[in-house]
T-cell receptor, first 112, second 115 residues
Framework: DAKTTQPPSMDCAEGRAANLPCNHSTISGNEYVYWYRQIHSQGPQYIIHGLKNNETNEMASLIITEDRKSSTLILPHATLRDTAVYYCIVRPLSGSARQLTFGSGTQLTVLP | GAVVSQHPSWVICKSGTSVKIECRSLDFQATTMFWYRQFPKQSLMLMATSNEGSKATYEQGVEKDKFLINHASLTLSTLTVTSAHPEDSSFYIC???????????FGQGTRLTVV
């Protein structure tokens, strides 16, 4: 799976948008960009994924650049409960029985 | 959505004893499950892949005789930490891929403390 690079930490004010960047310059054409988050002492939670188009769901938006070498996860109105480590993962075809390879992620701290 | 349940959430055991952790897929069948380990302030590291009806495959550096994995049914995988030592204290997390879904599902994790 392609390697990803994320900043180690970010702060965000409560109620503001949190924009978490991810670089994946070696991504292959069949690889998706996935985002998971891990709240302290819990298992990872799926957030969103995409191939090349921007995606939005009830949790977040995912913006993928046209060359697919980077992406940004957007939490539109961050709350204190969004404080977590956010992992950007690149992997091939969704639905396949493959393990996820976790990098070091970004520790997002939402400040009151 | 699909649910993966892990039990217990936390356990404290004495050095030298064994501890079993269960991972269940509650509303789908999982022929494969993954076991991860996470030390404090570190990321998740894959330990082993559990395969229903066959032997588990272990990542390099993970002792198969110490971390026994049994995947006896399509909804249950167990990880037994044998002869636990303080250095085995960690957060253990299982994952079950749902072949009909786009994302992987994770258990809530088990905090093991060996004293």
């Amino acid at each position: 799976d392609a390697k990803t690079t994320q900043p180690p930490s970010m702060d965000c004010a409560e109620g503001r948008a949190a924009n978490l960047p991810c670089n994946h310059s070696t991504i292959s054409g069949n690889e998706y960009v996935y985002w998971y988050r891990q709240i302290h002492s819990q298992g990872p939670q799926y957030i969103i994924h995409g191939l090349k188009n921007n995606e939005t769901n009830e949790m977040a938006s995912l913006i993928i650049t046209e060359d697919r070498k980077s992406s940004t996860l957007i939490l539109p109105h961050a709350t204190l409960r969004d404080t977590a480590v956010y992992y950007c993962i690149v992997r091939p075809l969704s639905g396949s029985a493959r393990q996820l390879t976790f990098g070091s992620g970004t520790q997002l701290t939402v400040l009151p | 959505g699909a649910v993966v349940s892990q039990h217990p959430s936390w356990v404290i055991c004495k050095s030298g004893t064994s501890v079993k952790i269960e991972c269940r897929s509650l509303d789908f069948q999982a022929t494969t499950m993954f076991w991860y380990r996470q030390f404090p302030k570190q990321s998740l590291m894959l330990m082993a892949t559990s395969n229903e009806g066959s032997k588990a495959t272990y990542e390099q550096g993970v002792e198969k005789d110490k971390f026994l994995i049994n995947h006896a049914s399509l909804t249950l995988s167990t990880l037994t930490v044998t002869s636990a030592h303080p250095e085995d204290s960690s957060f253990y997390i299982c994952s079950a891929p749902h072949l009909g879904a786009s994302e992987a599902f994770f258990g809530q994790g088990t905090r093991l403390t060996v004293v």
